[in-house]
């Protein structure tokens, strides 16, 4: 912290500074007498005019250094016997200054190339990143495009063979469109995946309640017609990042409408409860339920528990990865054929 505080300083500011404290301490010096203690006193402003204004400021410093406590010392007689020997240990002193200053300038030499070394390889970095992230995209469409093809050639061939006799035939165009189906959507959960892992996510006041109602009106399944879905009360404010949290409860209200028995109409409670400075947003539903051993398993990418379903497995690993990059956790309370209770915990907006 106070080297950051010392790098503002102008270099002349340091430079003044340190001839001053060696000053200092060679009047110090003179009026104690004590050689031996005050002499490593003289290393401080040596050290710092060195560091912070180069090998120059800190051979000039050493030079001074060794003259001032020359100067102190025989004018404070402190040295016994001939002044030959004061000034043979002043000359001894600025080499050893000296040395210390050589040293100290190759240290901050190296940690300057290290430094630069950094910056480079973090702009290489961050344009190899640009780079494949415009790559990703490219490769996304590129992927996507065939596979509508095929999708569209699949459904024109369904009306073809509608009153086709062979019945295989009919289940094997059927099957081609749900594969590429299956397919486009691994596609796109596996870009949103990885776009969460790198899209910066600031962290704003959310009313959730606000962000719920917008998302009910935007999808077909969530409308009452196909799913009874309720929000119970004004949900606290929580601090998060709108389109991330909008990601995560669509996810999680995708999973509470899909995962339910045949013939049964999915029921949704979107609740909220505050504990201490957190809001834990519960999403109960009347699905079929999932087992204690695979309450963590599920939140992994490319889990999936039941085939019977149509999914990638990647829904609920994003809602957590999601969550952790905006300060939360995730986590569910189920058991088989008695519904789940998923729930994602946040900071509350209040509180922040």
């Known amino acids: 912290m106070y080297f950051q505080w010392f790098k503002r300083w102008p270099s002349s500011v340091i430079q003044a500074s340190s001839f001053m404290l060696v000053l200092l301490v060679g009047v110090v010096d003179y009026a104690t007498g004590i050689e031996v203690s005050v002499t490593l006193f003289y290393l401080l402003p040596v050290t710092l005019g060195t560091w912070f204004a180069g090998r120059r400021t800190g051979l000039l ?42 040293l100290l300038s190759a240290l901050k030499d190296q940690q300057e190339h290290l430094e630069q070394t950094v910056l480079e390889r973090t702009a290489q970095l961050r344009i190899t990143v640009e780079d494949l992230e415009h790559l990703s995209y490219s490769i996304i469409h590129d992927l996507r495009a065939p596979l509508r093809a095929v999708y569209s050639f699949a459904t024109l061939l369904q009306r073809e063979c509608g009153n086709c006799q062979e019945e295989n035939i009919r289940d094997y165009v059927r099957r081609i469109g749900t594969a590429v189906q299956c397919m486009d959507h691994l596609i796109v959960d596996a870009f949103d995946y990885t776009k969460a892992l790198r899209a910066e996510l600031p962290l704003n006041p959310v009313d959730p309640t606000a962000l719920l109602r917008s998302l009910l009106e935007s999808y077909p399944a969530f409308q009452p017609a196909q799913a009874d879905i309720r929000i119970a009360g004004r949900l606290p404010a929580v601090l998060a990042n709108e ?24 029921q949704v409670q979107v609740s909220a409860e505050v504990r201490g400075d957190r809001v834990r947003l519960w999403f109960a539903d009347n699905g079929i339920g999932i087992p204690a051993e695979h309450h963590e398993r599920i939140f992994e990418i490319f889990q999936r528990l039941n085939n019977h379903y149509e999914g990638t497995g990647i829904g609920l690993a994003l809602v957590r990865k999601v969550a952790q990059r905006l300060g939360g956790q995730v986590g569910v309370e189920s058991e088989p054929g008695q519904g789940s209770r998923f729930w994602i915990e946040l900071r509350g907006a209040e509180c922040a």
């Open 243 to 266: 389109a991330g949290l909008m990601q995560c409860f669509s996810n999680l209200l995708n999973n509470a409408v899909k995962f339910v028995a045949a013939g049964v109409v999915p």
């Open 61 to 102: 410093l050493a030079c001074a250094s060794a003259i001032v406590w020359l100067v102190a010392n025989v004018l404070g007689q402190a040295t016994i016997g001939d002044p030959v020997v004061s000034i043979w240990n002043a000359l001894v002193l600025g080499l050893e200054f000296g040395i210390v200053v050589w």
